[in-house]
């Protein structure tokens, strides 16, 4: 079982040239509709479609989404890996998983913020005492992991933000098992949380072999 995570930033000219190398028409026809965000969709989804090539050695895949908005991805009729897409800040991700799984990404950079008032306001107890002694860096791995959980399931930030711990323990960077899923944390620059989550029927056994690829990896 494998998950690949790749994130790039979201401006420059290697950027660009990924964008115009992978972007297909209708994935700019899409975005457009995003106002300032289209630029950001628009990378991620370039960084999919140079993921999808990397690790399937094809091209052309159909990229849409279901009913709550969960992407997913088909060639010839034939659904392929899981995937999730992701940005925050001056990145964008895209994240593969194994087909049949329910998989999540998202990335969040560390801002000024009353992580208090927020932590009180969408996480749990639990949670809550870990932003207090953790700072910072407990909040934002918290949250991008909550993220990653609501886009896995389609659930979005009904889930993150429900005031209910999900996050049960785990170290601070890599992988972990709790019961119906495996969850990562990564640190991909400074002051960013890159967050993974992956929901399975069966999440016994070993922890997602897993790769982290930058800008450089293409």
Known sequence: MKVVLFYMPVEGEETSALIGHWACRRDHCETAEKGRGARRSLAARAALRALLWRETGRAGWRLAADALGKPHVVLEGRPGPAVSLGHGGGLAVAALGPEGGRLGVDVEPWRPRNLTALAAAA????????????????????????????????????????????????????????????????????????????????????????????????
Do not use: C, I, N
């Open 123 to 218: 996480f749990g107890p639990g949670e809550r005492m870990a932003v207090a002694t953790g700072g910072a860096a407990a909040f934002y791995r918290l949250w991008s992991l909550r993220e990653a959980m609501g886009k896995a399931t389609g659930q979005g930030l009904a889930l993150a933000a429900d005031g209910r711990d999900h996050v049960m323990g785990g170290p601070d960077l890599g992988w972990w098992r709790q019961p119906g899923w495996f969850l990562g944390h990564f640190r991909p620059q400074a002051d960013y949380s890159l967050a993974s989550a992956l929901a399975l029927e069966d999440a016994d056994g070993a922890a997602p072999q897993t790769e982290v690829l930058g800008p450089e990896a293409f």
